[in-house]
């Protein structure tokens, strides 16, 4: 589907956005970075490929004159139209099938990976893979494949069911590769996986720079859902076999990569990417938009602001609340956001779980809130529970509003805090209560960290200084190869500290949304 607005301005830089679930089809925090660097940059023209649901999602967000194309990227509902490759074609197409999956079973032919992804590419762009992949030859070839001897997957003893399924997941995980690849400008991830795509193409077939910004460790968040997923182990070790050399390779063919905080560097450093290619870029909000919240509550409140979902963890917020509860018996609990489709049942589990500790008097949920700010003005402190984060906007936002803070550490909270706020383990209800009864129990030192946070964002994380950095960068890598000079880079971080390699029993790194099986 494709959606014009503008017509394009002769001698304006031009970004190719890439999007997975997100801008400009859904609400949430990566949407609202995508559409601050839109509208903030209307000398750069825009064009989007939105890989999407199922390609009938509205659009959400109203896009300026300088949004030329949208392209949605569909990868469920039906299938793309093509035809099966016949003859030549079809051997060729077989035998990079066939490395293809070789590389993601096999640790020794993993170099395989990336030219048989872009002989995949080639087939898609003319109609070809998806009806391949859909065919019975695809499921001969990983049958063969996987049951070679020494593979660890063949010690599974993965069945006929096993290749079905994993052949389908993978046949809609490349569907974004049937997409046009941009042909001029940058092409801008604003995720990894299969948002990149498009990008990896676009590289290949007319050396178009790859810019990548993770908001949160796309893989890592494959591990956390696949833990979970109604797979056997054979399905879930060939499509994380994907994930993972997916990652390697867009971290070693970007020209670029922004991560939001410094705990996703080192994640994209332990995948291959060159430290030299990475520059930190911290989101950031506009102070005037979130100024001073005012006075604070009469009732002690707690406030939460975000999307229900299980990633935000909830529950732990509200056996928090019932231990805060239980020394502070007026204090309320106030929960402002949207349900997504689907998490309905999520939603009713934590007001069960607030009846059954015997508070559901004390703990409302609001909804959707039409003016942010009102969620953070609500609290005497402004929590956050999540499991995973990248570079939470609520939390600039609350910070911004002068309200003090209690939140989980993950992801780059902790950078975002600094000591303007108090910051806790992630899963743990007692330690959640103690840090919110130490702040509810003294409002000089609540009135302080609010002034200190506000301060702090003022100075580090602005709305406008994020733009210029990434307008700049836009500028940098669409010049030609010949005049380019360097971006300049962020320091290069200490060799102290290492992240564990990817463990699927570990939470998720990031708060992105997925359409990815």
């Known amino acids: 589907m494709h959606v014009h607005h503008g017509a394009r301005r002769s ?8 999007t997975e679930g997100t801008y400009p089809h859904s609400h949430g925090g990566v949407s609202v970075w995508c559409d601050q660097l839109v509208t903030g940059m209307p000398d750069i023209d825009f064009d989007v490929i939105a890989v999407t649901g199922t390609g009938r999602e509205p659009l959400v967000w109203d896009l300026p004159g300088h949004v ?54 080639r087939a898609a762009g003319d109609g070809l893979l998806s009806p391949f992949l859909r065919g019975d030859t695809a499921i001969a070839i990983l049958t063969a494949v996987w049951t070679r001897p020494g ?94 050399l997916l990652a390697e390779e867009t971290y070693r063919r970007a020209a670029l990569i922004t991560p939001g905080n410094r705990y996703n560097r080192l994640w994209e450093e332990r995948g291959g990417a060159d430290p030299a290619s990475i520059r930190t870029v911290y989101n950031g909000v506009d102070p005037a938009a979130f100024p001073p919240a005012g006075p604070e509550p009469e009732t002690l409140t707690l406030s939460w602001a975000g999307r229900v979902d299980p990633i935000k963890d909830l529950e732990t917020l509200i056996r928090a609340f019932a231990l805060v509860r239980a020394e502070l018996p007026g204090v309320r609990l106030r929960l402002f956001g949207g349900t997504p489709r689907g998490g309905e049942g999520y939603r009713e589990r934590c007001e069960a779980l ?30 956050l529970s999540s499991i995973s984060e990248g570079f939470p906007f609520t939390l600039i936002e609350a910070m911004s509003c002068g309200r003090a803070t209690v939140s989980t550490d993950v992801g780059g909270v902790r950078e975002a ?101």
């Open 151 to 244: 593979t660890a997957v063949r010690e599974a003893g993965p069945t006929l069911h096993d290749a079905l399924t994993a052949t389908a997941l993978l046949e809609h995980a490349l569907r974004p590769l049937a997409a046009p690849p941009p042909e001029d400008g940058v092409a801008h991830a604003v995720s990894g996986g299969v948002a990149v795509l498009p990008g990896l193409a676009a590289l290949e077939r007319h050396g178009v720079p790859l810019l990548l910004t993770e908001h949160g460790v796309y893989l890592r968040e494959r591990y956390l859902g696949y833990r979970t997923a109604p797979y056997r182990w054979p399905v879930k070790a060939v499509v994380l076999g994907f994930f993972r």
């Open 68 to 121: 030329s194309n949208v392209l949605s990227v569909p990868m469920w509902g039906e299938a793309p139209p093509g035809r099966p490759p016949r003859g030549r074609s079809h051997r060729r197409l077989a035998d990079a099938y066939e490395r293809f999956l070789t590389a993601l079973v096999d640790p020794c032919s993993e170099d395989g990976f990336a030219p048989a992804l872009h002989a995949l590419a």
């Open 417 to 517: 805090v600094g000591d303007t706020g108090l910051v806790v383990p992630p899963r743990d209800p007692a330690a959640m209560a103690a840090a919110a009864l130490e702040l509810l129990g003294d409002s000089a030192r609540r009135r302080a960290m609010g002034e200190a946070a506000r301060l702090r964002v003022i100075e580090q994380f602005t709305l406008r200084r994020t733009i210029d950095t990434f307008r700049s960068i836009y500028r940098e890598l669409s010049a030609p190869a010949a005049v380019r000079q360097p971006v300049v880079l962020a320091p290069a971080r200490s060799r102290t500290a290492a992240p564990p390699p990817p463990d699927p029993r570990s939470p998720a790194g990031a708060e992105t949304r997925s359409v990815a099986l």
């Open 11 to 18: 001698g304006a830089t031009r970004v190719t956005l890439l």
């Open 354 to 383: 607030a009846a059954e500790l015997g508070h559901a008097d004390a703990v409302t949920f609001e909804g959707r809130v039409d003016d942010i700010k009102d969620a953070y003005a609500a609290g005497n402190v402004v929590m």
